[in-house]
């Protein structure tokens, strides 16, 4: 906990300097430039340059990189470039498109090569969300239903590999609404696991080959750090045997968010979401509690089956120039079928903001859950 509390000191601190010294610092255009300090060039990176730069349509860089710390994976080193920019043709008005990849280590083992975006066409006609993924992680694992992941007795160690690429291709139907194809490629190999029966016969390696579609609502003011508004995701994916899919079945994953400003500074956000399989998913595609945006604080896989529900509801206040707070509550579960239904998990947590950027958070969140349950997050963005 230490080095959370000092990063938190430095980020403050520096939120002091970057702005004390670019509030105070006035520049005549008829005498000679003096040279920047330090924080000077430091807060005009964070700002992304000067502001013609930010009221045009260039793209805008953004470099990170440092240590950071989480439960699951110990302490990390990791560097990220995120772009923002517009296509030729989107005009100003409309939200940026967004990219953001980077590398990942950690002392525990664990490191990723992962890319994602979101590609947003002039008139908001349609939209390409991505992501590709390629990592190891050494893990525990403790089976499959919630009443395996509720013994400490079951946890296992499991070193796991994963390669994930997935695209979606929506189109605008009408206002707001945005519908079109899906597709999937991941391959998962789980080794070295020390009680392998906890697999339940199942196979260590398992590939999908997924298609299906993707129909959204999106009436957000902003995509990555919405203010008002309310979005909706369904996403129905299909994974038959005659795609090669050792194991078949069919996954629908719904999410809906919405966003209401209370008072000044101040925003109510909630979050419904669950993940329903239909069929025979593998060990590796059942539904689990637990990420860096919903269940903050469980491991993740720590509970998993072939449906998971949860729900949300969180308050972010802005506090004092780059800083801000928020607190939330939540619970979820994990179930195989109606009768399992209701073994509810809580959820709650505290979190601070740094602002890199205008509505570009770096955001630090510590959550707990059941008694034995918590953990800390770090993370770029708000969490949904």
């Known amino acids: 906990m230490k080095r959370i509390w000092i990063f938190i000191l430095f980020c403050v601190t520096l939120s002091?300097?970057?702005?004390?010294?670019?509030?105070?610092?006035?520049?005549?255009?008829?005498?000679?430039?003096?040279?920047?300090?330090?924080?000077?060039?430091?807060?005009?990176y964070l700002n992304g340059g000067d502001s013609a730069k930010q009221n045009s349509n260039k793209a805008k860089w953004l470099v990170l990189g440092g240590p950071h710390y989480s439960t699951d994976s110990k302490l990390g080193l990791a560097l990220y470039g995120i772009m923002e920019f517009r296509l030729k043709g989107c005009d100003f008005s409309m939200q940026p498109s967004n990219f953001m990849a980077g590398v990942d280590v950690s002392t525990a083992g664990f490191w990723s090569v992962s890319a994602s975006g979101t590609l947003l066409f002039p008139h908001d006609s349609k939209r390409?969300?991505?992501?590709?993924?390629?990592?190891?992680?050494?893990?525990?694992?403790?089976?499959?239903?919630?009443?395996?992941?509720?013994?400490?007795?079951?946890?296992?160690?499991?070193?796991?590999?994963e390669i994930k690429m997935k695209a979606d291709m929506i189109f605008r139907v009408a206002p707001k609404f945005y519908l079109g194809p899906s597709a999937e490629w991941r391959t998962v190999k789980g080794k070295s696991l020390a009680r392998p029966e906890l697999l339940e016969g199942q196979d260590h390696t398992i590939r999908n080959y997924g298609f299906g579609f993707a129909l959204q609502?999106?009436?957000r003011d902003l995509m990555r750090d919405a203010s008002r508004g309310a979005y909706i995701h369904l996403k129905q994916m299909f994974y038959p045997k005659f795609l090669w899919n050792?194991?078949?079945?069919?996954?629908?994953?719904?999410?809906?968010?919405?966003?209401?400003?209370?008072?000044?500074?101040?925003?109510?956000?909630?979050?419904?979401?669950?993940?329903?399989?239909?069929?025979?998913?593998?060990?590796?595609?059942?539904?689990?509690?637990?990420?860096?945006?919903?269940?903050?604080?469980?491991?993740?896989?720590?509970?998993?089956?072939?449906?998971?529900?949860?729900?949300?509801?969180?308050?972010?206040q802005h506090v004092w120039k780059r800083n801000g707070v928020v607190a939330w509550v939540g619970v979820g579960n994990v179930f195989h079928d109606a009768n399992s239904f209701g073994q509810l998990l809580p959820n709650f947590g505290i979190g601070y903001r740094f602002a890199l950027r205008p509505h570009m958070n770096i955001r630090l969140d510590y959550g707990w859950g059941k008694k034995g349950h918590s953990g800390f997050v770090m993370a770029v963005y708000e969490s949904f």
Do not use: C
């Open 246 to 316: 050792h194991y078949a079945f069919a996954s629908t994953d719904f999410r809906a968010s919405v966003y209401h400003k209370v008072w000044k500074g101040g925003v109510i956000a909630g979050e419904l979401r669950g993940l329903f399989n239909v069929g025979n998913p593998s060990w590796a595609n059942l539904a689990q509690l637990g990420d860096n945006s919903s269940m903050r604080g469980y491991y993740k896989g720590r509970f998993r089956d072939k449906h998971s529900m949860a729900a949300q509801v969180e308050l972010r």
């Open 128 to 161: 390409i969300n991505a992501e590709l993924r390629v990592g190891y992680s050494p893990q525990n694992f403790w089976g499959m239903g919630y009443e395996m992941g509720n013994n400490d007795a079951n946890e296992s160690k499991l070193r796991q590999n």
């Open 217 to 219: 609502y999106d009436s």
């Open 16 to 44: 002091f300097n970057v702005y004390s010294q670019s509030d105070t610092v006035a520049i005549d255009s008829t005498k000679v430039k003096p040279k920047l300090s330090f924080f000077q060039k430091l807060v005009n």
